[in-house]
């Protein structure tokens, strides 16, 4: 079931920031991102990573159109 809580983007920078510090073989991956971003439970950090990987299978696959938007 997809997590219905919305990210910002502060959080997702965050998110991927703390994916590059706790990779797979980290101990308590999931928790420790989840503490890094604030406000998000281990469980929905874990489901925003495997969309996030739905996703680049997709585009990878050429199922889904990416365009880059830059928010900065």
Known sequence: MASTSQWTSKQNKIFEKAL???DKDTPSRWE?????VGGKTAEEVK???QVLEEDIKQIESGLLCYSYISIE
Do not use: E, L
């Open 20 to 22: 590059a510090v706790y």
């Open 32 to 36: 420790n991102v989840a503490r890094a």
């Open 47 to 49: 489901r925003h990573y």
